[in-house]
T-cell receptor, first 117, second 117 residues
């Protein structure tokens, strides 16, 4: 069975500071993908960043980077220079397998990030 | 319209009503998903459709009935729901390759906030 653990239910961060959101995962599969999504109060899940299990480099997308430590099974999201608009719920998710029919995403319980002006 | 759209955005219904949720994707994807998001619980996958064929039914009660007439549209028909079915229902879509390369990132709609009285 696959499992995603996000141990920080809530975080408060000063504007313009960097923030790290923790995510650990558990799977016995060798091929998997890790995702981060942002969910503002409006409800939409917004895709932020993806890391494949065979990717050697950490993924980066603008102010977002994924600190992938495979041996520790962690995939932390780092947001540099936080902005007020970053206040939202953040979900870590994992897709196991790379074969047709194994598209299931397993989500963590999320972290509510609040940016303080 | 762009991305993934969902209607209605909000729905209040009695336990004896019949209603339908609609999802439409404008991304050229061929896989569509229904998720349920309840308060303080991880996102739960309900149904998966690949190329209009249902490939996943995650032990969902029969009072939820999905329909996928084509790769761009997905419906969730609701009847005789219970108050515990109140939740945010999210639709997502992704690209799937028939040759077994797995799916691409899932993109979500804004969700339908359902309240069952």
């Amino acid at each position: 069975a696959q499992k995603i653990t996000q141990t920080q239910p809530g975080m408060f961060v000063q504007e313009k500071e960097a923030v790290t959101l923790d995510c650990t995962y558990d799977t016995s599969d060798q091929s998997y993908g890790l995702f981060w999504y942002k969910q503002p109060s409006s409800g939409e899940m917004i895709f932020l960043i993806y890391q494949g299990s065979y990717d050697e480099q950490n993924a980066t997308e603008g102010r977002y980077s994924l600190n992938f430590q495979k041996a520790r099974k962690s995939a932390n999201l780092v947001i540099s220079a936080s902005q007020l608009g970053d206040s939202a719920m953040y979900f870590c998710a994992m897709r196991v397998g790379l074969n047709f029919g194994n598209e299931k995403l397993t989500f963590g319980t999320g972290t509510r990030l609040t940016i303080i002006p | 319209e762009t991305g993934v759209t969902q209607t209605p955005r909000h729905l209040v219904m009695g336990m004896t009503n019949k209603k339908s949720l609609k999802c439409e994707q404008h991304l050229g994807h061929n896989a569509m998903y229904w998720y349920k998001q309840s308060a303080k619980k991880p996102l739960e996958l309900m149904f998966v459709y690949n190329f209009k064929e249902q490939t996943e039914n995650n032990s969902v009660p029969s009072r939820f009935s999905p329909e996928c007439p084509n790769s761009s549209h997905l419906f969730l028909h609701l009847h005789t729901l219970q108050p515990e079915d109140s939740a945010l229902y999210l639709c997502a879509s992704s690209m799937t390759w028939r040759e077994g390369r797995g799916t691409d990132t899932q993109y979500f709609g804004p969700g339908t906030r359902l309240t069952v009285l």
